[in-house]
């Protein structure tokens, strides 16, 4: 199983990089998790765009799905014919929000996409075997562990603390979890976690590998959000960059 990061920016494309889109490839079979702003650009950089076979939304904003309502353009007008509908893993409301975007009239986009609405549980994508489970965010949102031969990749997508983040990531090989906010201010409730918060998970978890990401540089400095992180966790840890990639 290999991850490669197209986008890692928290909550608005940064200056080095497009919002959250991360491909989890396995025998050949290409998974594309979330799918923010920007990150069609970096799709072309490090993959086919036109090889996807699947996708999974975690949650429903811009940051995070957006450029999947570009990518109808690539699937439904290619030059050499339309493409097969790809399956996209979303809460519900993903196809009309979709729409909504990529349309004024919301022009359906069922010929682009066969929409699955997603729920807490355990399920098979390709030859991946997919657990998601709320997470603390204030609209539907899910964290996602991804298992392949024995191998486990958790993504925590956008999180407060909460047990269900604990779950998804116990054991797991890489822990890639979001970083947005720095420790020691007041930050809003229920919304993000600090580097502090992002290490005391990956140690409650017992994860191999620390993967911050979601860091927002207009809001904390890098280097602050990675000292805490390794004060509150013993294990390594790194900061992804969009074309980096991990072999699980």
């Known amino acids: 199983m290999r991850l490669t990061v197209l986008g890692c920016a928290g909550s608005f ?11 989890v490839e396995a025998d050949g079979f290409r998974l ?16 086919d765009m036109r090889g996807i076979d699947a996708i999974l ?23 050499a014919g339309p493409l097969p509908p790809v399956p996209v893993y979303a809460p519900m409301g993903a196809a009309e929000r979709i729409a909504a975007a990529y349309s004024t009239e919301g022009e359906p986009v069922d010929d682009v996409y066969t929409f699955y609405g997603l729920q807490p549980g355990t399920f098979p994508i390709g030859p991946l075997t997919i657990t998601v489970d709320r997470v603390n965010h204030p609209i539907e949102t899910y964290g996602v562990r991804v298992e392949h031969n024995g191998r486990v990749l958790t993504y925590s997508a956008d999180t407060a603390p909460c047990e269900s983040l604990l779950r998804l990531a116990a054991g797991a090989d890489l822990f890639l979890c979001e970083a947005s906010y720095q420790d020691g201010v007041v930050n809003p409730p229920d919304l993000h976690l600090t580097g502090g918060e992002a290490g005391e998970a990956a140690t409650k978890a017992d994860v191999g590998k620390l993967l911050l990401t979601h860091l927002v540089p207009a809001w904390a400095s890098e280097a602050s959000i990675v000292e805490a992180a ?5 294990g390594p840890v790194e900061v992804v960059r969009p074309g980096a990639r991990y072999d699980l």
Request: net charge negative; hydrophobic share 40%; with cysteine.
């Open 32 to 47: 594309l998790i979330d799918f923010g702003s920007g990150a069609l650009s970096a799709l072309q950089r490090y993959s």
């Open 230 to 234: 390794t004060a509150a966790y013993a």
């Open 57 to 79: 939304l975690t949650h429903l904003h811009c940051d995070h799905m957006l450029d999947a309502c570009t990518y109808v353009v690539v699937r439904r007008y290619d030059p």
């Open 13 to 23: 494309p940064g200056p080095e990089s497009a919002c959250s889109a991360y491909l």
